[in-house]
């Protein structure tokens, strides 16, 4: 297929302080195109994979946008604490950090974008029990 016809489209959007990952694409198989984002003060800003891409040289393209890691929104202990997911604990709630980067860092702006050789969700790997489609079944880099 042509690249315009598979492409996802991000625009317009903001997000602040999230705990996990304020903008992410899971399992894409097209090109990405992000233009007029505003993160700051998220564990992750920006994070896509991309999962037996559709087109031969997909792209993630990130335009006219703003990524901050910390700002002076993060003044609370809170905003210091990991509270990224496990498998274990979808929820973030837990005294465990989850996070794919460890506690050595709190706020990343983004990270580039990878390649899959399988899907992040059960929907993507054909399991005989996959309800719903998008849970996450494979929780390594989200």
Sequence with gaps: PEASKTCMELKSFKAWKIAHVAVLGVDERGNVELSN????????????????????????????????????????????????????????????????LGNGFRHVGVLLPQFNNR?????????????????PERLCSM
């Design 37 to 100: 984002i505003v993160v700051s003060d998220s564990h992750i800003g920006v994070s896509v994979t991309l999962y037996n891409p559709i087109i031969v040289h997909p792209h993630v393209t990130l335009s006219d946008s703003v990524v901050m890691g910390t700002t002076d929104a993060s003044t609370c202990s809170a905003s210091l604490t990991c509270r990224a997911a496990t498998k274990k604990d979808l929820a973030g709630s837990g005294s465990n950090c989850g996070s794919v």
């Design 119 to 135: 899907g992040k969700t059960c929907g993507q790997d054909a399991l005989p029990v996959c309800r719903p489609i998008n849970l």
